[in-house]
């Protein structure tokens, strides 16, 4: 396994976020990287905001009942145990390029596995959809 990178902040940019990673926006091959991180996360938050078992217990509610909460589901009604286990699940089935990088950012050491740089990514969606990612 790679060595751990300190994390990043969420808010932190895709300039600061590539040299963390010591990656090069002037490289075509490290953006194709990170392309294929970006799609990597938009399937993950595709699973996330259209899955019922995402949702907090609170709106999963009755099956018959007057008003029900339909997918695409938005952020604030997204509990967080769907964001980790989806950043779980693209860790797990992540590709070999994407596998190495995540792997920089993966914590096994803390109580909760966590992979700061998927999280990142989701994070960037939510926030810039239109932007941020490029």
């Known amino acids: ?16 976020f590539f040299q963390r990673l010591g990656l090069s926006s002037q490289k075509d091959s490290d953006n194709q990287l990170y392309d294929l991180m970006k799609n990597e996360a938009i399937l993950g938050r595709e699973r996330i905001l259209s899955s019922p078992n995402s949702l907090l217990p609170q709106l999963r509610g009755d099956p018959n009942a007057s008003i029900q909460v339909l997918p695409p589901y ?10 980790y286990n989806e950043i779980l699940r693209i860790y797990r089935e992540a590709s070999p390029e994407t596998k190495l990088i995540y792997e920089k950012g993966h914590d096994t050491e803390s109580f909760n596995e966590e992979n700061w ?11 810039c959809e239109k932007d941020e990612l490029g």
């Open 1 to 16: 396994m790679a060595t751990q990178i300190q994390p990043l902040a969420r808010s932190d940019s895709k300039t600061k």
């Open 117 to 127: 740089i998927i999280r990142w990514m989701l994070c960037k969606l939510d926030r």
């Open 74 to 83: 938005s952020n604030v009604q997204i509990c967080e145990s769907a964001v």
